[in-house]
């Protein structure tokens, strides 16, 4: 609670501020205007509430629920919201696990144990990613809000991924899907299919385009906002004919190319879920087994891999930003490599 005192004097009125927060020591400060007065207060409890500190030392602990409050005002909700949803998730897995602790008296065998028994529900790249926030929460309390914390999270082992899986459409495979897809009710899911096929963008990124990133002309899409870095995307000519497709007569630069003007905030965020339902009865009715919209992406990098397409140029065609991403399509070669090594069977003969 904030209040706020008139004092009156010969030489006109002061103001005394105070303020009481759970959890925290009461702060009084006394101003000569009543604006000053409202503006203290209101700074003040915004800065205890976010889990802050008011002087000139900083305490040596935090609760930990405070110091995730803190984080996500002040670090989750600058990132782009897949990412913010995301942490919002671990977030809440972590609030329950360390509940009524400080950060101090969370230890190397406190999160272990968090570890085993959250992989009990959850796979290892969700344990990965709820350790990567708990340990950038110690990093920016440490760096940033001057508390002398230990992360915890150094010392732990960290569950490892398992191997990325790899499902690609057979060239049968995807004329059938698409000749289905062009059955569909939802109108553009064919020339979606299609230019995930010819382009190898991720799903919400071909599904949120919007005109103003396509330049026919120079037969680029510019994808500004990505999972990982911007990058330009080039079209074959294939592509080219699947956008005027769709293309209006009436292209105002920021309409969007798939979607509806007005959409859901849960489509906003995950524009690809607009052609969810329909892609997954297209693939139930094409009866391809195992197959998911992501391995429309793994398709066209597969493919273009066998065409001649070298890894540096898979790897910025795709947006990957380690060469590790690509380095799992090279399997693909192998009959390639053996081609090339038969040239040479008669050699010293």
């Not at 150094?154 to 790899?166: H, N, Q, V, Y």
């Not at 949120?208 to 080039?234: C, E, S």
Request: include cysteine.
């Amino acid at each position: 609670m904030a209040y706020i005192r008139t004092v009156k004097r010969k030489k006109g009125a002061i103001y005394k501020a105070e303020v009481r927060l759970t959890g925290h020591d009461p702060l009084y400060q006394t101003f000569d205007r009543l604006s000053d007065a409202q503006r203290w207060v209101e700074d003040t409890e915004g800065i205890l509430r976010s889990g802050g500190y008011i002087g000139d030392v900083a305490p040596d602990d935090l609760a930990f629920d405070k110091a995730l409050d803190r984080y996500e005002m002040e670090v989750s909700s600058q990132k782009r919201p897949n990412t913010k949803t995301r942490e919002i998730h671990s977030a809440n897995a972590l609030r329950k696990s360390f509940a009524g602790l400080s950060l101090k008296e969370i230890a190397p065998a406190r999160v272990a144990a968090f570890r085993d028994t959250r992989l009990k529900t959850v796979g290892p790249s969700t344990i990965q990613k709820d350790l990567a926030l708990l340990s950038h929460l110690y990093t920016i309390a440490r760096t940033e809000w001057a508390l002398d914390v230990v992360n915890p999270v150094a010392s732990i082992r960290k569950p490892t991924k398992p191997d990325g899986r790899l499902r690609l459409l057979t060239k049968d495979e995807a004329r059938h899907l698409l000749e289905i897809c062009k059955k569909s009710r939802n109108e553009k899911l064919y020339q979606y299919v299609q230019l995930l096929l010819h382009t190898g963008m991720r799903p919400s990124e071909g599904a949120g385009l919007i005109w103003g990133q396509i330049d026919i002309d120079a037969r680029i899409i510019d994808l500004t906002i990505t999972k990982t870095r911007p990058r330009r995307v080039p079209l074959t000519i294939k592509a080219i004919e699947i956008i005027l497709e769709v293309m209006p007569e009436q292209c105002h630069r920021n309409l969007p190319v798939f979607l509806p003007e007005k959409v859901s905030v849960t489509v906003q965020r995950r524009p690809n879920l607009f052609f969810r339902r329909a892609f997954d009865n297209a693939v139930k009715k094409a009866k391809i087994e195992d197959f998911h919209m992501h391995d429309l992406r793994h398709t066209a990098a597969s493919y273009l891999l066998m065409a001649g397409v070298d890894l540096r140029t898979l790897a910025d065609i795709l947006g990957h930003s380690t060469m590790q991403m690509v380095q799992r399509y090279t399997h693909l070669l192998d009959d390639h490599k053996l081609k090339a090594v038969d040239l040479i069977d008669s050699l010293g003969l």
